[in-house]
């Protein structure tokens, strides 16, 4: 029977002085996944870094060397060799037509034709090492799975890139080009029965939703794929509804399909913990898994510039150990994101800790889950109790009251250990003030604590000597909501706190113009204003409409970070969106889609002409999102009441319209068709 008081027993994990217990454990790292690099941006995230830093950890801690000091450790590590995929493995999961993409982008394009194939995916790089390392990577996950199903090691870690769960059966995806996990469970499932597996547990504990694994067993009763992920009503990568609670599976596979969608960022251990105890444990306790196979993505750790959670390495331990209960403790890691070396290498070292001893990293966690984590919590059980009859116990008052308030916050968390007191709105609002920094200059030591000071990149002194006119035409003509973009804050109505931007200066000048676009409001839900839609500005002019525009002279460099809050709920500070070049170029080009926010909403930049020789910009959607929003593909909606009054209240105080104007007017955008 499911206890209600397994969260605070969570918190503090196994207390045992038991001696550690001997396991078999492999370890799989290949200096030939570092090949696949982006040939255009040192800076990528999705880096080769990213596996040589866990792999350095491992070797540095003995965890991977026969040395004399560390023979106890090292006697119960297995270094394994790296495996290329064959193409039948991979059609288990994958297309023909995408095997062959992915087998022969490398050797038969040119570096400008690889790039021009990658600009027509979801956040895709090519280059001369992508096919090997794809390969490797798949090949290598199904390496450690069969030694692990053959009873030749007790678990393993397959320390691959690039990652692969949001690759789907037709197209790559999200950095990722193979699905590594479904095409090893696939593998086990179909290829190998003589290994008696036929039942496995996927959990999928990276900060993004595992979209295509899911996809790959939407149907199958013989993989419960659980997914713990930022959602936020499916504005967080990759933006749409497939992470939802309400995606449980279908047909034979109902039920075996289990989203938990966060609603905000600043998830930490609690937070998991929470789930796991409440979800995870109870249904994996009655699916009772013959192996597990974790897609174990870093990118929910303490600060991750793509996350915006706050993991620890302690609560990581913790919640693989808890897995360890199962299957026997056979169990495969599979790595996929994680963007902050230093926690990546922590976290990692902390989970192959687990998989060695059985037993989690000293640490204890003394805060509660967020409000929202009870509500998502409550939600998913109440989705799946027809499924697992365990689930629809309600949760008693007294499980629920342990919980800290919050005030979402779109920016990743700096790197600071786990809490050791409640989260508060005033604690959260100060984090903020002082957290938000450049993409990983900020460096930590192994217990999360920071080393050095901060320095800002170039770009920002650069671009701060540079004016523009930011055209608002949505609620951010409202004064005080535009404020909040770069003073950080929220303003009446608003569900969620804006980071502001680095530099706070109040902007220069304001003033009113109308130009020859169209307004109008699309989508159905903001986790800022909540249900209803939200204004959008056709990118082609018509000299027959009219809108207004409240103009904001603002810095180059504000109106960068204007751009990143605008479009995405993690906070990159590492290199500007819109430089010099493109103020430039968009003179002519009229329009610059910026391809590193390209998944939010506002991506499109849009020039306006000069306002006494200063530019005018505004973010909008491209045409292709316009198109989108015609066909019926992206819903067309009114705003919010909450939205309403605000974007009311700015054009009134700008004198610009009356009250019974301005309503007029938006309800003529909101109502008539594109």
């Known amino acids: 029977m499911e206890s209600n008081s397994g969260t605070e027993s969570s918190l503090n994990g196994r207390n045992t002085d038991d001696p550690p217990i001997r396991r078999r454990v492999g370890i799989l790292y290949d200096d030939r996944m570092c090949k696949h690099d982006n040939p255009d941006d040192d800076y990528h995230p999705e880096n080769p870094n990213r596996i040589r830093v866990i792999w350095d950890k491992l070797k540095s801690s003995g965890i991977c060397q026969r040395t004399v000091v560390s023979m106890l450790a090292a006697s119960r590590c297995v270094v394994l060799e790296a495996k290329e995929v064959d193409d039948n493995s991979l059609a288990l999961v994958h297309a023909k037509s995408h095997i062959e993409f992915i087998k022969n982008v490398s050797s038969k394009y040119s570096g400008s034709r690889r790039k021009r194939m990658a600009a027509k995916f979801n956040s895709i790089y090519f280059n001369d090492g992508s096919s090997e390392a794809a390969c490797l990577a798949a090949g290598s996950v199904i390496e450690v799975a069969e030694k692990v199903a053959r009873g030749e090691l007790d678990s393993g870690f397959a320390i691959v890139r690039p990652p692969g769960h949001h690759a789907e059966k037709t197209e790559p995806m999200g950095f990722c080009l193979y699905n590594n996990v479904a095409v090893a469970t696939s593998y086990l499932l179909n290829d190998k029965p003589e290994f008696?597996?036929?039942?496995?547990?996927?959990?999928?504990?990276?900060?993004?939703?595992?979209?295509?694994?899911?996809?790959?067993?939407?149907?199958?009763?013989?993989?419960?794929?659980?997914?713990?992920?930022?959602?936020?009503?499916?504005?967080?990568?990759?933006?749409?509804?497939?992470?939802?609670?309400i995606m449980i599976g279908e047909g034979p596979g109902s039920g075996y399909n289990?989203?938990?969608?966060?609603?905000?960022?600043?998830c930490?251990?609690?937070?998991?913990?929470?789930?796991?105890?409440?979800?995870?444990?109870?249904?994996?306790?009655?699916?009772?898994?013959?192996?597990?196979?974790?897609?174990?993505?870093?990118?929910?750790?303490?600060?991750?510039?793509?996350?915006?959670?706050?993991?620890?390495?302690?609560?990581?331990?913790?919640?693989?150990?808890?897995?360890?209960?199962?299957?026997?403790?056979?169990?495969?890691?599979?790595?996929?994101?994680?963007?902050?070396?230093?926690?990546?290498?922590?976290?990692?070292?902390?989970?192959?800790?687990?998989?060695?001893?059985?037993?989690?990293?000293?640490?204890?966690?003394?805060?509660?889950?967020?409000?929202?984590?009870?509500?998502?919590?409550?939600?998913?059980?109440?989705?799946?109790?027809?499924?697992?009859?365990?689930?629809?116990?309600?949760?008693?008052?007294?499980?629920?009251?342990?919980?800290?308030?919050?005030?979402?916050?779109?920016?990743?968390?700096?790197?600071?250990?786990?809490e050791k007191s409640p989260r508060t709105a005033t604690a959260e609002l100060n984090f903020v003030k002082d957290v938000?920094?450049?993409f990983l200059n900020l460096k930590v030591n192994e217990?999360?604590?920071?080393?050095?000071?901060?320095?800002?990149p170039s770009w920002r002194s650069e671009l701060s000597k540079i004016n523009v006119w930011y055209a608002a035409y949505g609620s951010n003509m409202n004064v005080s909501r535009f404020r909040c973009y770069i003073e950080g804050g929220q303003t009446e109505g608003m569900r969620k706190q804006c980071v502001g931007a680095i530099d706070k200066s109040p902007f220069k000048e304001i003033m009113w113009k109308t130009f020859p676009h169209r307004l109008f409001f699309g989508h159905d839900y903001t986790a800022t204003w909540g249900p209803g839609g939200v204004a959008f500005l056709h990118p082609r002019s018509n000299f027959q409409e009219k809108t207004y525009t409240c103009l904001y002279k603002i810095t180059l460099e504000q109106f960068n970070d204007v751009l990143y809050q605008e479009n995405i709920s993690s906070y990159d500070?590492?290199?500007?969106?819109?430089?010099?070049?493109?103020?430039?170029?968009?003179?002519?080009?009229?329009?610059?889609?910026?391809?590193?926010?390209?998944?939010?909403?506002?991506?499109?930049?849009?020039?306006?002409?000069?306002?006494?020789?200063?530019?005018?910009?505004?973010?909008?959607?491209?045409?292709?999102?316009?198109?989108?929003?015609?066909?019926?593909?992206?819903?067309?909606?009114?705003?919010?009441?909450?939205?309403?009054?605000?974007?009311?209240?700015?054009?009134?105080?700008?004198?610009?319209?009356?009250?019974?104007?301005?309503?007029?007017?938006?309800?003529?955008?909101?109502?008539?068709?594109?």
């Not at 217990?447 to 800002?456: H, L, N, P, R």
């Not at 002519?588 to 390209?598: A, D, L, P, Q």
Request: aromatic share 10%.
């Open 447 to 456: 217990d999360g604590q920071d080393e050095e000071a901060v320095t800002m």
């Open 268 to 418: 930490g251990d609690a937070d998991y913990l929470a789930v796991w105890d409440h979800i995870l444990i109870p249904v994996a306790k009655e699916f009772n898994p013959e192996m597990i196979i974790i897609s174990a993505g870093f990118d929910a750790a303490i600060g991750d510039p793509l996350g915006g959670c706050r993991v620890s390495p302690y609560g990581y331990s913790i919640m693989l150990d808890k897995l360890m209960e199962f299957a026997g403790g056979k169990i495969v890691m599979a790595l996929e994101g994680g963007y902050n070396l230093n926690s990546l290498a922590n976290s990692a070292q902390a989970c192959v800790e687990v998989l060695l001893q059985h037993k989690p990293i000293t640490g204890s966690v003394e805060a509660y889950p967020l409000e929202s984590t009870w509500r998502v919590i409550q939600a998913v059980r109440q989705e799946l109790s027809e499924y697992w009859p365990i689930l629809a116990a309600n949760l008693t008052d007294t499980v629920i009251s342990r919980r800290t308030s919050f005030i979402e916050i779109s920016s990743s968390d700096s790197d600071v250990e786990h």
């Open 573 to 674: 500070m590492g290199r500007p969106l819109f430089d010099f070049t493109a103020l430039q170029t968009i003179e002519n080009e009229k329009c610059i889609s910026v391809e590193f926010v390209k998944r939010g909403w506002y991506h499109n930049v849009l020039y306006l002409g000069k306002e006494n020789d200063v530019p005018i910009l505004t973010m909008t959607c491209t045409l292709s999102d316009v198109d989108n929003f015609i066909s019926g593909v992206f819903p067309i909606n009114p705003p919010s009441k909450e939205y309403t009054t605000t974007w009311v209240k700015g054009m009134v105080e700008g004198n610009q319209l009356t009250e019974e104007e301005a309503l007029a007017y938006i309800k003529e955008a909101s109502t008539r068709a594109l």
């Open 258 to 266: 289990i989203n938990v969608p966060w609603e905000n960022g600043g």
């Open 196 to 245: 008696g597996i036929s039942k496995i547990l996927i959990v999928d504990w990276d900060v993004h939703h595992g979209n295509g694994t899911q996809k790959m067993f939407y149907n199958d009763p013989r993989v419960l794929f659980f997914s713990v992920h930022r959602h936020e009503f499916g504005s967080f990568y990759p933006a749409n509804d497939d992470g939802s609670y």
């Open 436 to 438: 938000v920094q450049p």
